[in-house]
């Protein structure tokens, strides 16, 4: 009986800002979004660059390294300090100036909720609204298609901005399914979808809106870990994905460590994302994630090896 070749998963939509596909290797593998938080209270203690001169040489060590955009944000995602609009632009807008000056072929990014700074953010320079709050101001979306930005359009079950979330649940409705977890990954799609068509509306490229099933965000565990395995649902979508994955509760809780020992579990999530299609990912680990994207490409057949001289001669 003749063998079926293996099934390798459909291949994502490409991510397309400033009129090019965004990706290693040309645009045929992944996409890394480095993270540079302004902020004294990230989560994780090797992502606060709240100082210039830190923030600089952060962002110089990720281009360095390979990423293809720089996502800078103000303010931390969960409960903290209070930070309002004045800090907020304070904070990122002069360091978006200062990385669209000095590195002018990456794409810029803003982590923001608030559509006052992601105006700013646009005459500064930047080329992405990465709204993680799923546009609890509806204002992004105009944003967005009046400035040109591509737009991340996310999900955080109706949460509110800097809240953490609690006994959180998602049932099957009515959907036909043969997984009773699928509820999560339902309610995702309901919402990031509404977002996209929004936007497209409004007059953002298809190609320029990023689906982000945003893990953690409104989410336990066990749904984070769902989605995950379930991204080829989102890829089949037909828009580019998004995956922040990087040293996340769930990976820690999946294995049971604090933030700074959970790269190699946020390495291992990264690869099946990228294997199903995703194609872009928020990291603080800029090198790890590009290696690991370039191989995933190359696994799947969308890049040839570098150099291939084993048992050639």
């Known amino acids: 009986m003749k063998a079926e070749p293996p099934e390798v ?11 090019k596909e965004v990706g290693g290797r040309g645009g045929a593998s992944g996409a890394v979004m480095a993270i540079i938080n302004r902020t004294t209270d990230s989560f994780w203690s090797g992502a606060r660059q709240a100082g210039d001169a830190d ?21 931390r995602a969960g409960t903290g300090q209070v930070v309002d609009v004045n800090e907020e632009l304070g904070r990122v807008i002069p360091f978006i100036k200062t990385v669209r000056s000095e590195f002018p072929d990456v794409l810029v990014s803003v982590d923001t909720w608030r559509a006052e ?21 509806p204002r992004l979306v105009k944003v967005a298609a009046q400035t040109g930005l591509a737009l991340v359009c996310s999900h955080t079950g109706g949460m509110t901005p800097r809240t953490d979330p609690f006994r959180v649940g998602y049932p099957l409705g009515g959907e036909e ?10 309610d995702v799609l309901e919402t990031v979808l509404k977002t996209a068509r929004a936007a497209q509306h409004a007059g953002v490229p298809k190609t320029s809106l990023l ?24 890829v ?11 040293r996340k509760d769930f990976v820690g809780e999946s294995l049971g460590l604090a933030a700074d020992e959970r790269l190699e579990g946020t390495l291992a999530a990264t690869a099946i994302a990228a294997w199903h299609g995703a194609r872009v990912f928020r990291a603080h680990d800029v090198q790890e994630t590009r290696r690991v994207l370039d191989m995933i490409a190359a696994l799947r057949g969308d890049v040839p090896p570098i150099a291939v001289t084993r048992a050639t001669f």
């Open 9 to 19: 998963p459909i291949q994502g939509t490409p991510f397309i800002a400033r009129g």
């Open 55 to 75: 923030a600089l040489r952060a962002a110089e060590k990720a281009v360095g390294q390979g990423a293809d955009i720089i996502d800078i944000g103000g303010v």
């Open 117 to 137: 700074v992601a105006v700013a953010a646009a005459d500064a320079g930047a080329d992405i609204i990465n709204d993680t709050w799923a546009g609890h101001d």
């Open 177 to 186: 399914s043969n997984d009773p977890r699928d509820g999560v990954l339902h």
């Open 211 to 234: 689906l982000d099933p945003t893990h953690d965000f409104g989410k336990n565990t066990w749904h984070s870990l769902h989605l995950v395995r379930r991204t080829q649902e989102l």
């Open 236 to 246: 089949r979508q037909g828009y580019p994905v998004l995956m922040a994955l990087s």
